[in-house]
C-alpha cells in the first residue's frame, strides 16, 4: 500500500525558533501533497496545497511567510513554521496524492509544542 | 461556506454491538463523501466513499448511504470488534476526487471485550 511518513512524530521547541517537518511518500511519487492543521477534538484544516516544483498554494487566513513550504521532490514536501509561538502549537498533517484516482494517503502527524 | 459535523466522541460499544456515527454536511451542489479512519500511531485511511446520492459505500463490514434529502453520511456497521477501536473522520470534496478535503472533528470509538 501507499505508505507516507513525517519527521519527527514530536518535537518541542521555544518560542522565537523555527522548526522544520517533514513529509515523505515512501513507496510513491506524488506532485501534490497537502498540509493540515489539527486542534484538540477539532477538524483537520487544510493549510495548503504543496505542488513539486511550484510555489505552495495557502488556504484562506494562513500565513505563508509563517508556514514555509517546500515541495522539492516528487517524494518530500517540508514545512517550517518560522518564529514559533505558542499558539503554533498543533498537531500537523500531511497528506499525498497518488496515481490517476489521486487519493489522498495521509501521514501519521506530527505534534509540535512551543515553549 | 462547506462543513461537516459529526456526533462527539468518545464512543465506547461491548464487543459485536452495533454502531453508528452521525454525520451531516452542509454544501452547495452535489459533493462526494467519505469516511476515514485512523489507527493509534498511523495516519488517516479511506474507508469508504460515496460520489452521489443515494449511494452507499461499503469496506470491512462498515456502510454508509450518501442522503442528499436530509445531508447526511451516517457511518453503521452491525458488530464491531475490538480492532474496530479508532478514531473515525467524516469528510467533503466538492471537486468530485480528493482534492480539497473539508473534515469532520472525528469521533473516537473505543470498542470493549
Known amino acids: 500500500g501507499a505508505v507516507v511518513s513525517q519527521h519527527p512524530s514530536w518535537v518541542i521547541c521555544k518560542s522565537g525558533t523555527s522548526v522544520k517537518i517533514e513529509c515523505r511518500s515512501l513507496?510513491?511519487?506524488?506532485?501534490?501533497m497537502f498540509w493540515y492543521r489539527q486542534f484538540p477534538k477539532q477538524s483537520l484544516m487544510l493549510m495548503a496545497t504543496?505542488?513539486?516544483?511550484?510555489?505552495?498554494?495557502?488556504e484562506q487566513g494562513v500565513e505563508k511567510d509563517k508556514f514555509l513550504i517546500n515541495h522539492a521532490s516528487l517524494t518530500l514536501s517540508t514545512l517550517t513554521v518560522t518564529s514559533a509561538h505558542p499558539e503554533d502549537s498543533s498537531f500537523y498533517i500531511c497528506?499525498?496524492?497518488?496515481?490517476?484516482?489521486?487519493?489522498?494517503?495521509f501521514g501519521p502527524g506530527t505534534r509540535l509544542t512551543v515553549t | 461556506g462547506d462543513s461537516v459535523t459529526q456526533m462527539e466522541g468518545p464512543v465506547t460499544l461491548s464487543e459485536e454491538a452495533f454502531l453508528t456515527i452521525n454525520c451531516t454536511y452542509t454544501?452547495?451542489?452535489?459533493?462526494?463523501l467519505f469516511w476515514y479512519v485512523q489507527y493509534p500511531g498511523e495516519g488517516l485511511q479511506l474507508l469508504l466513499k460515496?460520489?452521489?446520492?443515494?449511494d452507499k459505500g461499503s469496506n470491512k463490514g462498515f456502510e454508509a448511504t450518501y442522503r442528499k434529502e436530509t445531508t447526511s453520511f451516517h457511518l453503521e456497521k452491525g458488530s464491531v470488534q475490538v480492532s474496530d477501536s479508532a478514531v473515525y473522520f467524516c469528510?467533503?470534496?466538492?471537486?468530485?476526487?480528493?482534492?480539497?478535503?473539508?473534515f469532520g472533528a472525528g469521533t473516537r470509538l473505543a470498542v470493549h471485550p
Open positions: 454544501a452547495t451542489g452535489y459533493p462526494s
Open positions: 497528506s499525498a496524492l497518488r496515481g490517476l484516482a489521486a487519493e489522498q494517503y
Open positions: 504543496s505542488n513539486e516544483g511550484s510555489k505552495a498554494t495557502y
Open positions: 460515496a460520489t452521489k446520492a443515494d
Open positions: 469528510a467533503l470534496s466538492r471537486s468530485g476526487g480528493y482534492n480539497k478535503l473539508i
Open positions: 513507496d510513491f511519487q506524488a506532485t501534490t
